[in-house]
């Protein structure tokens, strides 16, 4: 399928994605023509450029449009929070989401003193590293499916005067599961971020271990597969942050996605802290590694809530 300008009656256009068919299709845009994750498409007849940007694509979030004839962007109810459990970007926040409260336990374990039990401070820390360490794998794979699945096409349209955009899959596209697909800078972030959750699961499932196999040597299968693995996430962080940044050193202050990229740095710094000061220490004082992994936790924590926003707010604000 290839793009085509179209100019369709608002009576005769179908049903694109979930879209009503009240409209009147501008342009479909291929994605594939794009050379990086930042594009501007032009449709000259319309005087409309649609700046396009993986991530908000990806996420199927709208793109910042510029018109000549000043008509109205759509705009819509900012919402802090909302349930779509038809969509899968919705799904990766909220298993991040939930990951990162499963950590900010197993942080405030060690750190707070009310928690001195000895039955608590054994096997909360354990168990607790277990889940979710295995929700962050699921996260990250889920983040790997979105990729693979991600819509091919973006579709300009009005309706009621309005100008909308929206991410659009081509006509015989089949959910995928497992595979691979033309390396992008979004493949090689998600990449990176399911390599460094599926190493990062090794020392939670070992720590579990370590406790009735003391023998087992802790630091090769413990504590530096914590910090590869939060190497790994350091790297996916930052090259998200880039996805959404007009240039390498200009940040994008004003974009949730740069933001959320922000915060997950700061997590991955503070996994890898972790493993650092628990290496440094052993077993012996764990307080500045559960020091770490709270304040890691936490950064963990706003950066899935912002990228649940980002999701529930399709329209905004920088897609407006």
């Not at 990951?99 to 039955?119: C, E, K, Q």
């Not at 936790?297 to 926003?309: E, P, T």
Request: some cysteine; overall charge positive.
């Amino acid at each position: 399928m290839t793009s085509q300008p179209r100019d369709r009656s608002p009576s005769s256009a179908p049903i694109v994605d979930g879209i009503e068919p009240l409209l009147r299709e501008l342009r479909r845009f291929d994605t594939a023509e794009a050379a990086s994750f930042e594009h501007v498409f032009r449709h000259a007849e319309e005087g409309i450029e649609l700046h396009w940007n993986a991530r908000n694509h990806r996420k199927r979030r709208s793109h910042p449009l510029r018109m000549a004839d000043g008509i109205g962007i759509a705009r819509a109810p900012y919402r802090l929070l909302a349930v779509q459990w038809r969509s899968l970007s919705w799904w990766v926040a909220a298993a991040f989401t939930v990951g990162s409260l499963v950590w900010l336990v197993n942080g405030l374990v060690i750190v707070l003193p009310f928690t001195n039990a000895p039955m608590i401070k054994a096997e909360v820390p354990i168990w607790s590293a277990v889940v979710g360490g295995g929700i962050f794998l699921i996260g990250a794979y889920l983040s790997w499916l979105e990729v693979l699945n991600a819509p091919r096409y973006v579709l300009l349209y009005r309706t009621g005067g309005v100008a909308h955009s929206r991410a659009v899959h081509a006509d015989d596209h089949h959910f995928r599961w497992l595979g691979l697909r033309p390396p992008t800078w979004g493949y090689w972030l998600n990449l990176a971020q399911l390599l460094g959750a599926t190493i990062f699961f090794l020392p939670c499932v070992m720590g579990a271990l370590l406790t009735a196999h003391p023998a087992i040597n802790a630091f090769d299968w413990y504590w530096l597969p914590q910090m590869i693995g939060a190497i790994w996430f350091i790297i996916a962080a930052w090259m998200s942050m880039r996805e959404v940044q007009p240039t390498v050193l200009r940040p994008a202050w004003n974009k949730l996605g740069w933001w959320s990229g922000l915060f997950n740095l700061l997590g991955a710094i503070g996994f890898f802290l972790c493993a650092w000061f628990g290496f440094k220490s052993g077993f012996e004082n764990p307080l500045l590694s559960g020091l770490s992994t709270f304040l890691g936790s936490v950064w963990f924590l706003i950066a899935s809530y912002l990228m649940l926003l980002e999701v529930i707010n399709p329209e905004g604000p920088e897609g407006r």
